[in-house]
């Protein structure tokens, strides 16, 4: 799986490869470009970002990628965010038309222009869910890039969610940690748990 940051100026690259011992090997690029390969929101020029991008295939360390399945991480300004609450106790066959009228009537948008898709986090009385959009002509954009390099799309997500699902296990609520208190004596370090 490669994992593609294309910023307005730079493009990082994180491929890992899976060993026969079942370890993973990673592979990286990163390059800041003089000129944007985002303008408002938008691809500057399919060809330009295209081979921004074929030169972090071929330039990576320790090894050019081969994998051709991408996870696309685009900055913040490119998409449409929207915060909603729901219910904790509705079903799931009526989250979708509940977010289609919170969309149209919050964001002015419609779901079926953009290229959309939301998470649910659940809390004890109600639960919220986290909506972004992708313009389509953006996403059509994204989606040749790919065709020229003969890669497949696999999803698109805002960088704020990378990091939203990268540290999400620390942000429970319900997770428990042990205060911890460093003690030096003369000769001995130890921590004492509390």
Known sequence: MIYLYIGKRSIK??????TILGQFN???FNKTHSTDLITNGAVSGVDLVASAVKEGLTNAQPMAVQDKEITLILPQ???TYG???IPADISE???MPFLQDKVRAELQ???ESEQADFIITHQEQESVVLFYALKK??????QQICKLLQ?????IIPETLAYFTLFEKTLRKDKKEKNYLRCISRRKLFWLSF
Do not use: G
């Not at 002509?137 to 994204?142: G, I, P, T």
């Open 13 to 18: 690259l994180l491929s890992l490869s899976k």
């Open 26 to 28: 990673p592979t990286l």
């Open 77 to 79: 300004e490119v998409f």
């Open 83 to 85: 915060r909603f609450n």
């Open 93 to 95: 066959t009526a989250i």
């Open 109 to 111: 948008i419609s779901i």
């Open 137 to 142: 002509e953006a996403f059509l954009e994204y």
């Open 151 to 155: 890669l497949k799309l696999i999803k």
